[in-house]
Antibody
Framework: QLQLQESGPGLVKPSETLSLACSVS??????????WGWIRQPPGKGLEWIGS???????YYNPSLKSRVTISVDTSKNLFSLKLSSVTAADTAVYYC??????????????WGQGTMVTVSS | QSALTQPASVSGSPGQSITISCTGT?????????VSWYQQHPGKAPKLMIY???NRPSGVSNRFSGSKSGNTASLTISGLQAEDEADYYC??????????FGGGTKLTVL
């Protein structure tokens, strides 16, 4: 079955760019039925949607993060990536990647990665 | 966009039923049947429990059900079991083509 696995640095310095990748196994990232999304969770707090992207175009971002976020898809490697620029301590969180079902399938984040902790500190 | 409003905590005894509310606005919960619910155990990734207000994915117990009235969606868990103790989050599509989560509800099984 489809599995997602996040990877990237666990420590990022303030003002730098956070970069994470999510490898997709057991299925193709080029499916017409799904977006590919990122969600984060600061320690002890709730979930925050960051953004979702269709492999061949449409991208949607949280308005509060839009100016700093880029989500991209690499179909040749079957992975998608997150870049968050100008990070501060407020960006410290567990970052999850997730498969995001399109609405005709049932709008939901149906498969999640295990999550990766990213700490912003000098 | 503002987070959907959920109670911080709910509790119930084994065998009982509990309901968790998720209140939004006419620009999200009230206008779309795209509400989903997630269960999260400590240190684990969230798990999809309900999508499109009231649909259960394959493998999710029928003790979990969802509904919506106006701007408020609800998750009901019947026949509470110890393993249901977890955090629960709702999510909704919004009118500006974004998605928003609720603040989360901690369920305690007494």
């Amino acid at each position: 079955q489809l599995q997602l696995q996040e990877s990237g640095p666990g420590l990022v310095k303030p003002s730098e760019t956070l970069s994470l990748a999510c490898s997709v196994s057991g299925g193709s990232i080029s499916s017409s039925s799904y977006y590919w999304g990122w969600i984060r969770q600061p320690p002890g707090k709730g979930l925050e949607w960051i953004g979702s992207k269709y492999y061949s175009g449409s991208t949607y971002y949280n308005p509060s993060l839009k100016s700093r976020v880029t989500i991209s898809v690499d179909t040749s490697k079957n992975l998608f990536s997150l870049k968050l620029s100008s990070v501060t301590a407020a960006d410290t969180a567990v970052y999850y990647c997730a498969r995001h079902q399109k609405q005709w399938l049932g709008d939901a984040f149906d498969i999640w990665g295990q999550g990766t902790m990213v700490t912003v500190s000098s | 966009q503002s987070a959907l409003t959920q109670p911080a905590s709910v509790s119930g005894s084994p065998g009982q039923s509990i309901t968790i509310s998720c209140t939004g606005t006419s620009s999200d919960v009230g206008d779309y049947n795209y509400v989903s619910w997630y269960q999260q155990h400590p240190g684990k990734a969230p798990k999809l429990m309900i999508y499109d207000v009231s649909n259960r994915p394959s493998g999710v117990s029928n003790r979990f059900s969802g509904s919506k009235s106006g701007n408020t969606a609800s998750l009901t868990i019947s026949g509470l079991q110890a393993e249901d103790e977890a955090d629960y989050y709702c999510s909704s599509y919004t009118s500006i083509s974004t998605w928003v989560f609720g603040g989360g509800t901690k369920l305690t099984v007494l």
